[in-house]
C-alpha cells in the first residue's frame, strides 16, 4: 500500500473534509483492521466509502467479491488503478453515494448475506448504520470504523447522558462489540478525534421484536426529541398525535413510570411502549429520516 500522502500527491488530490475524507495511513493498520474482521473466502463483502483502497485491497485478497462503493468521482479512476496494480479481478467499483444505494441489487438471488466493512464518512455514519440496521435481511455484520464519540453512545446502556436513539435502535437490532480504539494520528489528513472499531452482528430476531421497527424508531425520536422532560411529558409534546388523557392509560399499559425520562429506558421498555402507543394512534406516515 502506497502512503495517502503519496498518493494524493501522485494524483494531485486534495482531499474533501465534507466527505469525511481521513485516509488510513499505515498498511500495517489496515490489514490488522481486516483480520479483526474476520471475512472468509465464502464472504461477499461491501465496503463503505473505499477511498484510497487501503481496506479494499486486504479485504480482496480475502474475500471472495468486494463491492467497493465510493461516492467521490475523483477517486474512482485512482480506486480502479491501485486494484489493477494488485492484480486483483474481485473488485467491483461503484460510483455512487451509500445513502441512495439499494442494497437488494446487490444481492438478488443471493441466499448468504453480504458483510459490511469501512472506515466510514463520519458526518454520515448514523445515517448509514441505520439503513444497514434497516437491511439486515441482507446483511449479516458490520464492521466499522466511526469516531469515538459515537462508536460509544451506540453501545452505552441506559441511564447516561449519551444513551440516545442510535443506541437504542442499534441495541434493539444487533449485538455490539468495541473491537479496537485507532488515534486520529493513524489518519492522512490527521482528524480532530480518536476511532473506534465497532462490530455489528445484526439479530434476524430481536428478543422482544416490535410490532413495527419504523414506529419504534418515531417513537424514540418523540422521547429522546425532549429527553429532559419526563416521559408523559415528552409524549404529550410530540408528533406521534396522541391524545392528552391516552398518554397515562398508554404508559401504564406499557409498565412505565410516566416520571421517568428517556434515557432511563431499556430496549425492551421502549419496545413495549412502541407497541402499546401504536394501538392508539391514527396510522402516520413514518419516516427514517435520521
Ligand atoms: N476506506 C478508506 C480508508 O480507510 O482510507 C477511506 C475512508 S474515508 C474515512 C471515507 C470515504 O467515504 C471517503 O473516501 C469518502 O469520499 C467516502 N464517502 C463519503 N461520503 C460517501 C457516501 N455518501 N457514499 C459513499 N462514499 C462516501
Not at 49 to 71: D, M, N, Q, S, Y
Not at 214 to 225: M, P, Q, R
Not at 249 to 254: F, N, R
Amino acid at each position: 500500500m502506497t502512503s495517502p500522502k503519496t498518493l494524493l500527491k501522485a494524483w494531485n488530490f486534495r482531499p474533501n473534509k465534507l466527505l469525511g475524507q481521513n485516509f488510513l495511513a499505515a498498511p500495517s493498520l489496515a490489514e490488522r483492521i481486516v483480520k479483526l474482521s474476520e471475512v472468509s473466502p465464502e464472504d461477499v463483502v461491501l465496503e463503505i466509502g473505499a477511498g484510497l483502497g487501503a481496506l479494499t485491497i486486504p479485504l480482496a485478497r480475502i474475500a471472495k467479491t468486494v463491492f467497493a462503493v465510493e461516492k467521490d468521482h475523483r477517486l474512482i479512476e485512482l480506486l480502479k488503478t491501485e486494484i489493477l496494480l494488485n492484480r486483483l479481478s474481485n473488485v467491483k467499483v461503484m460510483e455512487q453515494d451509500i445513502l441512495n444505494l439499494n442494497i437488494d441489487d446487490l444481492a438478488p438471488n443471493r441466499t448468504d448475506k453480504l458483510i459490511v466493512a469501512g472506515n466510514l464518512p463520519y458526518n454520515i455514519s448514523s445515517q448509514i448504520l441505520i439503513k444497514l440496521l434497516f437491511s439486515r435481511d441482507k446483511v449479516s455484520r458490520a464492521i466499522v470504523m466511526l469516531q469515538k464519540e459515537l462508536a460509544l453512545r451506540i453501545i452505552e446502556p441506559p441511564g447516561s447522558k449519551k444513551y440516545g436513539r442510535i443506541s437504542v435502535m442499534l441495541q434493539y437490532g444487533a449485538e455490539l462489540k468495541k473491537i479496537m480504539e485507532v488515534k486520529a494520528d493513524q489518519f492522512f489528513p490527521k482528524p480532530k478525534v480518536d476511532s473506534v472499531m465497532l462490530s455489528i452482528n445484526f439479530k434476524p430476531k430481536p428478543d422482544l421484536p416490535a410490532d413495527n421497527e419504523i414506529f419504534l424508531f418515531e417513537v424514540l425520536k418523540a422521547a429522546f426529541g425532549q429527553r429532559r422532560k419526563t416521559l408523559k411529558n415528552a409524549l404529550k409534546g410530540s408528533q406521534l398525535h396522541l391524545e392528552p388523557k391516552e398518554i397515562l392509560p398508554i404508559l401504564e399499559k406499557a409498565g412505565i413510570n410516566p416520571l421517568s425520562r428517556a434515557e432511563s429506558l431499556d430496549v425492551q421498555e421502549f419496545v413495549r411502549l412502541s407497541n402499546v402507543i401504536k394501538a392508539y394512534t391514527t396510522p402516520i406516515q413514518p419516516k427514517l429520516d435520521y
